[in-house]
């Protein structure tokens, strides 16, 4: 399936929606096709410019969708583009699962803590049951070592796993599906907090604020000490970004 991908200050943005992300990943999926995709907001963006490493490889991404108000907005403003909505991860991870469903795919979880890991699987047991669950990994909360990392692509590629779904956080999911590819034989989806949300360990804010680029405010109450810093810094050099390339005309 064909579509244009957009330059966002570093990172290359498709200009899709949420059906068409989700047929291209199904697609990929159902041949078993090594094909890595991001769901990158504003906080993604931003890191993929500040660190060398991530920002080296992340366009090697297949699909990286404007998973945020802002990106799209700025896509929109800067290229002229009609795009209706943001690409959500989760709600991107949910039309997955729903067309995953359809063709009883296999579906490797990978990521988080056992607790929220567990909680998701139950989540998809319940709402997708013909979705084969083919394996799960708990997240180290490190990166592997060389024999270790050999060890997770042989498990992944040994379940016959169509999707694996990489909820690491930002950037190290990033890292992961863009260092996997043509490694692990599977569409790899770096969703982050769809793990937490739809496995109800966080609420997800409201649509109205989800709508109005919100939701960043939202999530700060409910973590301020860990998103603080976040939010402030990444913002506000995003903002800064954006004004440049607007009415700067600094080279995109």
């Known amino acids: 399936m064909d579509f244009k991908k957009y330059k966002l200050f570093l990172p290359e943005y498709a200009a899709v ?3 068409k992300a989700s047929d291209i990943i199904v697609a990929n999926a159902a041949s078993n096709k090594s ?3 991001s769901a ?3 906080h993604g963006l931003i890191t993929s410019m500040k660190d060398k490493k991530l920002g ?3 366009n090697n991404i297949d699909l990286i969708v404007p998973d945020g108000q802002p990106i799209k907005w700025a896509l929109n403003s800067l290229y002229n583009l009609d795009l209706k909505d943001r690409v959500y991860g989760p709600f991107l991870t949910l039309k997955v699962l729903e067309k ?3 063709l009883r795919l296999k579906v490797y979880l990978f990521g988080s803590t056992s607790k929220t890991i567990g909680l998701f699987k139950s989540f998809i047991e319940k709402n997708y049951p013909d979705v084969i669950l083919s394996g799960i990994h708990v997240d180290r909360f490190r990166e592997a070592t060389e024999e270790e990392d050999l060890e997770d692509i ?3 590629n040994e379940s016959g796993a169509h999707i694996v779904l990489v909820g690491r956080g930002c950037p190290r999911q990033e890292y992961w599906v863009a260092t996997h590819k ?6 790899m989806m ?3 907090a769809a793990f937490d949300f739809h496995a109800g360990v966080l609420p997800q804010a409201p649509e109205w604020m989800q709508k109005r680029g919100l939701e960043w405010f939202f999530r700060l109450c409910q973590e301020p000490k860990r998103l603080w810093k976040r939010y402030l810094v990444t913002n506000t050099l995003f903002i800064l970004e954006f004004i440049g390339h607007k009415f700067f005309k600094r080279t995109i």
């Not at 043509?182 to 569409?187: F, G, Q």
């Open 17 to 19: 929606d949420y059906d």
């Open 35 to 37: 094909y890595a995709v």
């Open 40 to 42: 990158l907001a504003v």
């Open 56 to 58: 080296k490889i992340i």
């Open 100 to 102: 995953a469903n359809t």
């Open 154 to 156: 042989k498990k992944i």
């Open 182 to 187: 043509n490694k692990v034989n599977s569409a």
């Open 190 to 192: 770096a969703v982050g």
